[in-house]
């Protein structure tokens, strides 16, 4: 019986990589649509797993919750991002001169006018996806054990 591949050592690396990417890619889409398009939370969730299992790491709660955990990581840097690049639009600065300015206070404010419940609710439904998605995987057989 052939034994189970390690966790992979760039698995986090990866996951990291990935997380900024999608933090970068949500940026650019909210900024172009001028929505904060909580739709991509999912998504991204299911990309983050899809990072994990790509790394080998096996179904279960370990892997469930560094998926949490990236997802969390890209939901509050997508939203900073989002505020801090339409402030510093409209103060005729790039969104990372922008980001440097902007407060926690300022940034926590516009993120809480700038997400309705709909929003909450995908943000929800992000964390949920990579929790179950996290979890759920091949089992062997019965037979196999």
Do not use: K
């Not at 019986?1 to 890619?25: D, E, K, N």
């Not at 801090?84 to 409209?90: H, K, L, T, V």
């Amino acid at each position: 019986m052939p034994s189970a591949p390690a966790r992979r050592w760039y698995a986090l690396p990866l996951l990291a990589l990935g997380a900024a990417g999608a933090a970068a890619a949500w940026l650019l889409l909210a900024l172009a649509l001028d929505r904060q398009c909580a739709w991509l939370a999912p998504l991204v969730a299911l990309d983050m797993v899809l990072l994990l299992r790509l790394a080998h790491w096996r179904a279960g709660w370990i892997r469930a919750g560094w998926a949490l955990l990236a997802t969390v990581m890209v939901i509050a840097a997508a939203n900073v991002l989002i505020a801090a690049g339409q402030i510093g639009a409209s103060l005729g600065l790039h969104t990372l001169e922008s980001v440097r300015l902007i407060g926690p206070h300022y940034a926590w404010l516009l993120i809480g006018l700038a997400n309705r419940p709909i929003d909450l609710l995908l943000y929800g439904v992000g964390l949920l996806v990579a929790v179950v998605s996290g979890l759920s995987g091949r089992r062997p057989a019965p037979s196999a054990r």
